[in-house]
């Protein structure tokens, strides 16, 4: 900086910086910002600030652009503070983050919200001091015995926290002291603004440096016959072996490893405090780093022929589907991918859609790629997704495996995506906004960093199979499983005719019970697929009908036995089963229908000497409950694993011969353009679990409706011959890919206000948009969830010949001009775009 710029009589002639900032609020703009004169040279795009909004709000923002420019409709406020030397964002995360928000229909903020760790925001914590003007001695206002032990301690301490005053003064509830004190000038309250990823320390031990130097005889005189001194010495030198090369003592050894031996702790504290040792702390990961040797894969001649085409289709297209069917050896595919793009110097992005697949897969890649490979998903901590964010962004990292949230992470020079499972609808976020679909966003992403995207999966999505087959994404087929593997066999049991026949053992056909007999007297193991968890959909009183209802949504209660509860999966409402009809009195109430739970407990009944463990929501909610589940599974711990869908997703199991899937009439005639989609990929991809190896596998599938055509293609492994119906029924009835939805829900807490919005809402987008692109409104199936009643809107646009966001700016402004009646305001209106 030049002299002119620091000579205070020349402040005019100084650049005066402005910051627009993404600010963790749902507004529609960013926030522009003076940039104190300090921090010109410093502050970049991606650096996060602190800032001001509106009275009272002090918010943790990212910077998105810088210019010269200030606000014309009011005064930039100053950043109150700049966080970061280096941006923890990259320009091109930004760009990223504005086109989810425009292609999505959401703020900014929104995105920022999802995108973030927790860990990179800042939290505040509420905290007093001493008013700057106050004198215990010569204040007019009385003192209660509690305020002047608060102001006794402030004057010793120059704050205190909520939680200081109240162990202070001994009770729970401190506003009202807080509010005196305040009255009487005596303190004043403010926000501490702290940052909340801590890094993971280490206490360590280490011999003083200058013993090191010397003959170390010398210190083993002066312990003499300090026997318990001596033994912590010995260990710490078979270690650390400073004997032979005296730079050794540098790093020392984990304060943990001594006191774990059974080591005196009084007796090291002694050591420190003599100066023999000395203790200090390092940063260490909070990831444990892999010990075992890294291990190679080799290719099939099949599987080397398909990374070859797949190299070749990169050539001409950014994107490639690899549709290979289940356990064709997709995976190693991906590894020698992803080893030639770390070679040239790439990063590498690999996307799981559920956490309960990124366990076992992960095991594998790091036997591969060791300690440069990161993983990210929600079951970390704040600090552990920090950890690896930040890894990404010092180079540590360049490889992730992540679910659908990694693709925020903070690349800058990626070379290859790899979208495993890529049909799965995991990947797409429905709530909160930013309800985006991390496959899409990839394939934008990619573009952005001139990266290649590789789809995979054995049931591709409609959508990616036909725009593979009309050329825009490139295609490579893999009909083969690996090795000596077969496809399984399909049986499919008749639950109508086996009723009649009086064959059922509770909910399992007799084909099944055999099926399941046979397999444990071989030592195999079974899978059971059903996608409802809980004990029973509904409890129903058998004299007057009664369902017990959730009495905040428009749903019935599921039935957990294990808790004793019925619960609403919509918003978590519980209460406890009922012992009489609310109704009628009656006490005799009937479990209908039936979950996981239900037939995990049928299983234990019908194979008492079985051990079957069950993998839905309940029993997956801690941190390593899938990793546990999944790896005594692997070592034949469990004999029969009943799950929902997480069992349906890439898993990859050795001893596994039979697989049953249940309900599969209800998935089915699910009210759902997907639906016959949807089952057809959730039936091919569960039987996919077996006979993964040399031993055969065998499907069950219950089903009432035998003849439905795609029940047959699903037996058949006829995958074009289900795309080629679903593609037709699609272009016939203007379903994608041959059209754009939106779907709009209006919400209120009033049933009339909520259908009135709607409507209005309707007729004023197909004055503006034309009748036919306009479908409803019309309540959901489920018309109620938490209080708010719901109606549903779809906007139906043609792929070409449209211009989208002419349409999204439209809508935008149509909900505004709704928004400013007085009787419809309280409605809010909630943006889903390719909502399915």
């Given at each position: ?549 959730c009495q905040n949504c428009a749903v019935s209660l599921t039935y957990h036995q294990y808790r004793q509860e019925m619960v609403c999966h919509y918003c978590g409402y519980k209460e ?261």
């Amino acid at each position: 900086m030049s002299q002119l710029e620091l000579n205070p009589a020349h402040e005019e002639v100084r650049q005066t910086l402005f910051a627009d900032v993404i600010l963790p609020v749902p507004i529609p703009k960013m926030f522009t910002y003076r940039v104190p004169f300090q921090w010109n040279d410093e502050i970049q795009v991606g650096c996060r600030v602190i800032v001001q909004f509106g009275a009272k709000k002090v918010l943790t923002g990212v910077v998105g652009q810088l210019h010269e420019q200030p606000p014309t409709k009011y005064e930039a406020k100053s950043i109150l503070d700049l966080l970061d030397v280096t941006p923890v964002v990259f320009p091109v995360q930004v760009k990223l983050f504005q086109w989810i928000a425009g292609y999505y229909m959401c703020t900014l903020g929104e995105v920022l919200n999802v995108a973030l760790p927790s860990g990179l925001k800042l939290s505040s914590e509420s905290k007093i001091q001493l008013h700057p003007g106050f004198d215990l001695y010569t204040s007019d206002y009385p003192f209660s015995d509690k305020e002047l032990l608060v102001l006794e301690s402030l004057e010793k301490n120059e704050t205190l926290s909520y939680s200081d005053v109240g162990k202070i003064v001994m009770q729970k509830t401190i506003y009202n002291l807080l509010k005196s004190l305040v009255a009487k000038e005596a303190i004043l309250i403010f926000e501490e603004v702290r940052e909340r990823y801590k890094p993971k320390k280490e206490t360590r031990i280490r011999i003083h440096p200058t013993l090191v130097e010397n003959d170390l005889q010398v210190v083993f005189d002066r312990l003499g016959s300090k026997q318990k001194q001596e033994e912590i010495l010995l260990f710490y030198l078979q270690n650390v072996a400073v004997h032979q090369d005296a730079a050794l003592n540098e790093a020392g050894l984990a304060k943990k490893e001594i006191i774990d031996q059974g080591l005196s702790a009084s007796s090291l504290k002694t050591l420190i405090k003599n100066g023999i040792f000395e203790q200090f702390e390092v940063t260490i990961s909070r990831f444990k780093e892999t010990q075992a040797p890294l291990q190679q894969v080799a290719l099939t001649s099949i599987q080397a022929q398909v990374k070859s085409k797949i190299v070749e289709k990169f050539s001409r297209h950014d994107t490639t589907l690899l549709h290979g069917v289940t356990g064709s050896g997709k995976t190693e595919v991906y590894i020698k991918l992803v080893e030639e793009a770390l070679g040239g110097g790439s990063q590498v992005l690999y996307l799981l859609p559920e956490i309960a697949l990124t366990t076992q897969i992960v095991l594998r890649l790091k036997k591969v790629f060791g300690d440069k490979m990161g993983v990210y998903h929600s079951k970390f901590s704040d600090n552990e997704r920090v950890e690896v964010w930040k890894g990404v962004l010092t180079g540590r990292y360049s490889f992730v495996v992540g679910v659908r949230s990694a693709v925020f992470l903070p690349f800058d020079n990626l070379g290859l995506i790899i979208v495993d499972e890529e049909h799965e609808s995991s990947y797409k976020q429905y709530d909160p906004a930013p309800r985006y679909n991390a496959r899409d966003v990839s394939l934008v992403m990619a573009h952005y960093q001139h990266a290649k995207v590789l789809l995979g999966s054995a049931t591709p999505s409609v959508e990616s199979y036909y725009l593979a087959s009309t050329g825009k994404y490139g295609l490579v087929e893999l009909h083969e499983r690996y090795g000596k593997a077969q496809l399984p066999s399909f049986i499919v049991a008749d639950m109508i005719a086996e009723r009649k026949r009086k064959l059922l053992k509770g909910e399992f056909s007799a084909e099944l019970v055999n099926a399941i007999s046979g397999a444990l007297e071989r030592d195999e193991q079974v899978i059971i697929f059903q996608n409802r968890r809980g004990y029973s959909p509904y409890i129903s009183c058998q004299d007057c009908g009664w369902i017990p209802k959730c009495q905040n949504c428009a749903v019935s209660l599921t039935y957990h036995q294990y808790r004793q509860e019925m619960v609403c999966h919509y918003c978590g409402y519980k209460e406890p089963l009922p012992r009489e009809c609310e109704a009628c009195g009656s006490t005799d109430l009937k479990t209908m229908g039936f979950g996981t739970e239900k037939l995990e407990e049928e299983l234990q009944l019908l194979f008492p000497t079985a051990r079957v463990q069950r993998m839905d929501l309940d029993t997956t909610r801690s941190k390593y409950s899938y990793e546990t589940i999944i790896g005594d599974f692997e070592k034949g711990d469990i004999d029969i694993l009943v799950g929902t869908q997480m069992v349906s997703k890439g898993l990859d199991f050795d001893n596994v011969s039979l697989v049953g899937i249940f309900d599969i009439d209800r998935m089915l005639h699910f009210p759902d353009f997907r639906s016959f989609e949807r089952t057809f990929q959730l039936a091919t991809q569960v039987s996919g679990r077996a006979g993964r190896r040399d031993k055969e596998g065998k499907v069950i599938i219950q089903a009432k409706n035998t003849g439905i055509t795609v029940l047959n293609q699903i037996v058949n492994h006829d995958y074009m011959g289900f795309y080629q119906n679903e593609i037709q029924e699609r272009q016939n009835h203007k379903y994608p890919p041959f059209t754009r939805l939106i779907h709009i829900v209006v919400k209120n807490k009033d049933k009339g206000i909520s259908k009135n919005t709607a409507i209005k809402l309707g007729n004023l987008l197909r004055e503006q948009l034309g009748a036919s692109r306009i479908l409803g409104p019309e309540e959901p199936i489920i018309s109620k969830i938490r209080n708010e009643y719901l109606m549903d809107l779809t906007i139906k646009l043609e792929r070409s010949g449209i211009d989208l966001d002419k349409v999204k700016q439209v809508v935008h402004s149509t909900v505004l001009e709704i928004t400013t009646d007085k009787t419809l305001k309280s409605s809010k209106v909630i943006f889903n775009v390719d909502p399915y």
